[in-house]
């Protein structure tokens, strides 16, 4: 994996290895991803230092270039033409998979602009591992990233949010978790199930899945809870039974009314969807009237 020998002006390309490491167990990192670091001319990490006590551990003596947000942009088109000249480089986050609220994205989109090969090893992630253990719904779901900082943006996001019927997951940081679950019980309810993941993977690995409102009182009581890498994990919104009737429901009523009388078409969407007859009347009723 090696850089290719360059002869004129025959160069072959090298690629670019999106790699994943580990969120806190070392013993997490895969084989395939060892090998990759190892062999790679170049490793561009999110923070060298923070990163060399990693490769270390692993006795991968591979070189690394520091690449963060603050020089991404700057150094990514001198990064893409190692690649072009014939180097291999891996890009790797101070934890998890990069790009996931990370560094990466230029230079990612620049080498497939240039059409270099970009090959992911995949790996831990803070999000999905999150979200495996939450026991809440993950057919569908929303990463948001970090929590804004200030009070005002932090409750507006949440207040942005409380019709989102996907579950939702956030990163948030032990100094602001106090105010961001004050902010979410405020404008999501407190009543709203709430999985709190903290210091995944590590010695003192946190899950607890309770009511938004539950684990702000924990998270107060319990200043050990306000330490360390955490993850929230939102279930989504539900409407009130009989509130509003799904896609679903309003989609059988209206095709049954092009066909049929409105009795008889409400009588057959309540034997069809098993819904409440008075809610699916009076849509009925609101359909007839536009």
């Not at 090696?2 to 999106?18: D, E, V, W």
């Not at 507006?156 to 019709?163: M, N, V």
């Not at 929230?232 to 039974?241: C, D, K, R, S, W």
Request: glycine share 6%; proline share 4%; net charge positive.
């Amino acid at each position: 994996m090696k850089s290719h020998s360059i002869c004129g002006s025959n160069k072959t390309p090298g690629q670019l290895y999106i790699v994943a490491t580990p969120i806190g167990n070392l013993q997490d990192i895969s084989p395939r991803a060892v090998d990759v670091l190892k062999q790679v001319d170049r490793i561009a990490a999110e923070d060298t230092r923070h990163s060399g006590h990693l490769l270390k551990q692993l006795d991968i003596n591979t070189h690394c270039i520091a690449l963060h947000e603050h020089n991404e942009r700057q150094f990514a088109e001198k990064i893409v033409q190692q690649i072009k000249e014939g180097s291999n480089i891996a890009l790797i986050s101070d934890a998890g998979t990069p790009l996931v609220s990370d560094p990466g994205y230029f230079l990612v989109k620049l080498a497939h602009q240039e059409k270099i090969k970009v090959s992911p090893i995949p790996g831990p992630s803070a999000l999905i591992a999150a979200l495996s253990a939450a026991g809440v719904a993950t057919d569908r779901f929303c990463f948001e990233g970090f929590v804004p900082s200030k009070g005002g943006p932090r409750s507006a996001f949440y207040a942005q949010r409380q019709k989102e019927t996907r579950t939702m997951v956030f990163y948030e940081t032990p100094h602001r978790i106090v105010a961001s679950l004050t902010a979410l019980c405020e404008q999501l309810g407190g009543e709203r199930t709430l999985v709190l993941a903290r210091e995944l993977t590590k010695t003192f690995e946190t899950i607890r899945n309770d009511s938004a409102q539950a684990i702000l009182d924990w998270v107060k009581e319990d200043s050990n809870q306000q330490k360390g890498e955490i993850v929230l994990v939102v279930q989504g919104y539900a409407a009130p039974e009989g509130d509003t009737l799904s896609e679903q429901t309003e989609h059988t009523l209206k095709a049954l009314l092009k066909e049929l009388s409105l009795k008889q078409a409400v009588k057959l969407t309540v034997e069809i969807t098993g819904k409440k007859k008075k809610k699916i009347y009076n849509y009925a009723l609101q359909l007839k009237d536009q």
